[in-house]
């Protein structure tokens, strides 16, 4: 019994100390018997003995009992302090809420104000967006009612618009021509052209009269001529009869000749014209052409004559003896031959190439050439293009001046503040035209229309190897990469060529004058060459006739011409102006040059 007293004693001070330790005042010390040890380890370490255990027993008591007092004072006064502390809490709580309760109520007082403030004002914006947009809706009613106005007269106004439109087309057309018409007008002022039309037409009137006059006593001096080559071949015929044994004789010799080649003939007649005799015979069996060769060449051997022509022609056998000096047998062109020239390119719209070293009339037979154009179409207009600003040419057609449209490597500008633009600007020029008309020409076979009528624009470029040899340091690299030329091409020259092949049906021809002969400088080719009619000049005879005769015939026969053309020209020295013309489509023949100024009067 009393160890059970002496264990629940130290239990219960045991879980006492660790109750207050818990609740954080410390009542006592935990005994240092007790660390590190179980409990039940304590409780047999501290089993006390029997004649202690009284002691021990009352002892604890008392302590005991006082501490227990000591807890219940310390609870009693927690309690007491606890009450206290929540009574206050409780006052300061409800004063809290009574102050919120004051602050929300005057928080709801303010918002109730700001909110009344907040109605009226959205009341008075309410009333103010009422009216404008009453306001506005007035104002769109009557926009719609001018819109429905300005609606009801669209159909009149687009009637009006194409009116307009069309006005605007015509106008147009009328600034075209006005613009074209300024360029006509500034072209003739800068030409000092002070002709009135009605004097050039009057003077045009008379030139033509001239003109008929002249055609007139040409047909009569013709008639007279060929009246006197009558009289002349009656006067031999009349000389041939006095000695017709002699004349017998030279027919019997020329048919014995035959004879012997196997070849027999009969007598058809004989003319002679100019010291020169010609004989037909009529073969009577069959023989070979190729003995006519060798009888030609025996006959100077027996007969007084020079070796004569045989040839077979028709049936018949013809021997031509021409009895006449070395330098009488060159065959002259007609005086008129530039005139038929230009009549033969006139009804094609051909081109033409002067190719000529200077001094030798290259100029001159241009000049010639631009007068028969004014002449023979007076509402053609000349573009003359020359680079030489200190070699250029002026000239005078039926009293009308013409200068260079274009002069130099670069434009010009006067003291007055005239500009004259370049040559390179009339090449340029000459693109854009043909640009232009080509494009007019398609759109109207596009609309299957009939192509458009253009007026004759004839291009006098003179010099043109020079701004061939010169056109990359003045016309700019974009320019000249426009044309996508070939290595051997050159921009001025393409621009020439392509408007020459295609510019006959665009009312466009072109006058080129060069020095030198050989084509590939201005880069062509020589089949370009053949597109115009080639006018030689005396030097470049040589190399053309070799290079660009058309056929070996005429080659041999221009060379042979030009060798008595020279012997001539150095007895008559006014036979040193002459040329070799190639036509497009004819033999070439050797030419003297018209005078000077021939067809510039008119």
Same mark, same amino acid.
């Given at each position: 019994?009393?160890?059970?007293?002496?264990?629940?004693?130290?239990?219960?001070?045991?879980?006492?100390?660790?109750?207050?330790?818990?609740?954080?005042?410390?009542?006592?010390?935990?005994?240092?018997?007790?660390?590190?040890?179980?409990?039940?380890?304590?409780?047999?370490?501290?089993?006390?003995?029997?004649?202690?255990?009284?002691?021990?027993?009352?002892?604890?008591?008392?302590?005991?009992?006082?501490?227990?007092?000591?807890?219940?004072?310390?609870?009693?006064?927690?309690?007491?302090? &606890?009450? @206290?502390?929540? /009574? !206050?809490?409780? #006052?300061?709580?409800?004063?809290?809420?009574?102050?919120?309760? %004051? $602050? =929300?109520?005057?928080?709801?007082?303010?918002? &109730?104000? @700001?909110?009344? /403030? !907040?109605?009226? #004002?959205?009341?008075?914006?309410?009333?103010?967006?009422?009216? %404008? $947009? =009453?306001?506005?809706?007035?104002?769109?009613?009557?926009?719609?009612?001018?819109?429905?106005?300005?609606?009801?007269?669209?159909?009149?106004?687009?009637?009006?618009?194409?009116?307009?439109?069309?006005?605007?087309?015509?106008?147009?057309?009328?600034?075209?021509?006005?613009?074209?018409?300024?360029?006509?007008?500034?072209?003739?002022?800068?030409?000092?052209?002070?002709?009135?039309?009605?004097?050039?037409?009057?003077?045009?009137?008379?030139?033509?009269?001239?003109?008929?006059?002249?055609?007139?006593?040409?047909?009569?001096?013709?008639?007279?001529?060929?009246?006197?080559?009558?009289?002349?071949?009656?006067?031999?015929?009349?000389?041939?009869?006095?000695?017709?044994?002699?004349?017998?004789?030279?027919?019997?010799?020329?048919?014995?000749?035959?004879?012997?080649?196997?070849?027999?003939?009969?007598?058809?007649?004989?003319?002679?014209?100019?010291?020169?005799?010609?004989?037909?015979?009529?073969?009577?069996?069959?023989?070979?052409?190729?003995?006519?060769?060798?009888?030609?060449?025996?006959?100077?051997?027996?007969?007084?004559?020079?070796?004569?022509?045989?040839?077979?022609?028709?049936?018949?056998?013809?021997?031509?003896?021409?009895?006449?000096?070395?330098?009488?047998?060159?065959?002259?062109?007609?005086?008129?031959?530039?005139?038929?020239?230009?009549?033969?390119?006139?009804?094609?719209?051909?081109?033409?190439?002067?190719?000529?070293?200077?001094?030798?009339?290259?100029?001159?037979?241009?000049?010639?050439?631009?007068?028969?154009?004014?002449?023979?179409?007076?509402?053609?207009?000349?573009?003359?293009?020359?680079?030489?600003?200190?070699?250029?040419?002026?000239?005078?057609?039926?009293?009308?001046?013409?200068?260079?449209?274009?002069?130099?490597?670069?434009?010009?500008?006067?003291?007055?503040?005239?500009?004259?633009?370049?040559?390179?600007?009339?090449?340029?020029?000459?693109?854009?035209?043909?640009?232009?008309?080509?494009?007019?020409?398609?759109?109207?076979?596009?609309?299957?229309?009939?192509?458009?009528?253009?007026?004759?624009?004839?291009?006098?470029?003179?010099?043109?190897?020079?701004?061939?040899?010169?056109?990359?340091?003045?016309?700019?690299?974009?320019?000249?990469?426009?044309?996508?030329?070939?290595?051997?091409?050159?921009?001025?020259?393409?621009?020439?060529?392509?408007?020459?092949?295609?510019?006959?049906?665009?009312?466009?021809?072109?006058?080129?004058?060069?020095?030198?002969?050989?084509?590939?400088?201005?880069?062509?080719?020589?089949?370009?060459?053949?597109?115009?009619?080639?006018?030689?000049?005396?030097?470049?005879?040589?190399?053309?006739?070799?290079?660009?005769?058309?056929?070996?015939?005429?080659?041999?026969?221009?060379?042979?011409?030009?060798?008595?053309?020279?012997?001539?020209?150095?007895?008559?020295?006014?036979?040193?102006?002459?040329?070799?013309?190639?036509?497009?489509?004819?033999?070439?023949?050797?030419?003297?040059?018209?005078?000077?100024?021939?067809?510039?009067?008119?």
């Amino acid at each position: 019994m009393k160890l059970s007293n002496l264990y629940a004693a130290d239990l219960a001070a045991f879980i006492l100390s660790i109750g207050c330790s818990a609740s954080g005042y410390q009542l006592a010390a935990v005994p240092p018997a007790i660390a590190g040890l179980s409990l039940s380890g304590y409780l047999i370490a501290k089993v006390p003995k029997k004649d202690e255990q009284k002691l021990l027993d009352s002892a604890r008591i008392g302590e005991l009992e006082t501490k227990l007092n000591e807890l219940t004072n310390l609870t009693s006064w927690q309690q007491e302090l &606890l009450e @206290s502390t929540e /009574a !206050k809490k409780v #006052e300061e709580l409800a004063a809290l809420r009574s102050q919120y309760e %004051k $602050l =929300l109520s005057d928080i709801k007082a303010t918002h &109730l104000i @700001s909110l009344r /403030a !907040k109605d009226e #004002e959205l009341s008075q914006l309410n009333e103010n967006h009422s009216h %404008k $947009l =009453l306001e506005a809706t007035q104002a769109l009613e009557e926009r719609i009612t001018q819109l429905e106005s300005e609606l009801s007269s669209t159909y009149q106004w687009r009637e009006n618009v194409a009116k307009k439109d069309a006005e605007l087309r015509k106008l147009n057309e009328e600034l075209a021509l006005a613009e074209k018409s300024l360029r006509l007008e500034e072209k003739r002022i800068r030409l000092d052209i002070r002709d009135e039309r009605g004097v050039t037409k009057e003077a045009l009137q008379n030139a033509q009269l001239e003109i008929q006059a002249q055609n007139v006593l040409i047909q009569r001096l013709q008639s007279e001529i060929t009246s006197l080559k009558n009289q002349n071949e009656q006067l031999f015929n009349e000389l041939y009869s006095e000695k017709s044994p002699e004349v017998e004789d030279l027919i019997k010799e020329i048919q014995s000749a035959l004879n012997q080649h196997g070849i027999a003939t009969e007598f058809l007649s004989k003319a002679n014209s100019e010291n020169v005799e010609v004989i037909r015979l009529k073969p009577v069996s069959y023989f070979e052409p190729t003995k006519l060769d060798l009888v030609a060449k025996m006959l100077p051997g027996f007969l007084d004559i020079p070796e004569p022509k045989i040839e077979a022609k028709k049936g018949q056998i013809q021997i031509r003896i021409d009895r006449r000096d070395e330098l009488d047998r060159i065959k002259d062109a007609p005086e008129n031959w530039l005139e038929k020239l230009y009549q033969d390119a006139a009804k094609d719209g051909k081109n033409l190439a002067i190719l000529g070293a200077r001094g030798k009339g290259k100029t001159e037979l241009a000049k010639n050439y631009c007068g028969l154009v004014i002449s023979g179409e007076p509402d053609s207009e000349i573009i003359y293009i020359q680079p030489k600003v200190d070699d250029y040419a002026s000239f005078k057609i039926l009293g009308k001046t013409f200068e260079p449209d274009y002069v130099g490597f670069e434009p010009i500008t006067s003291d007055s503040g005239l500009t004259i633009p370049s040559a390179y600007d009339g090449i340029l020029y000459l693109k854009q035209l043909y640009d232009e008309r080509n494009k007019a020409n398609q759109k109207a076979f596009a609309n299957g229309e009939p192509s458009p009528k253009f007026n004759r624009v004839f291009f006098l470029i003179d010099e043109l190897q020079l701004l061939v040899s010169r056109e990359k340091e003045f016309i700019d690299a974009d320019t000249l990469k426009t044309e996508k030329l070939r290595a051997s091409q050159t921009f001025c020259g393409k621009i020439v060529r392509d408007a020459v092949s295609v510019g006959r049906s665009l009312g466009i021809t072109a006058l080129a004058l060069g020095q030198l002969p050989n084509v590939s400088v201005y880069g062509w080719n020589k089949n370009d060459l053949y597109q115009y009619i080639t006018i030689f000049m005396s030097a470049n005879i040589p190399e053309a006739a070799n290079s660009y005769a058309p056929t070996k015939e005429e080659k041999n026969r221009i060379s042979g011409e030009l060798e008595l053309w020279r012997k001539r020209a150095s007895v008559d020295g006014s036979k040193d102006y002459y040329c070799y013309v190639r036509p497009m489509d004819k033999s070439g023949y050797l030419a003297l040059l018209p005078a000077p100024g021939k067809y510039l009067a008119g």
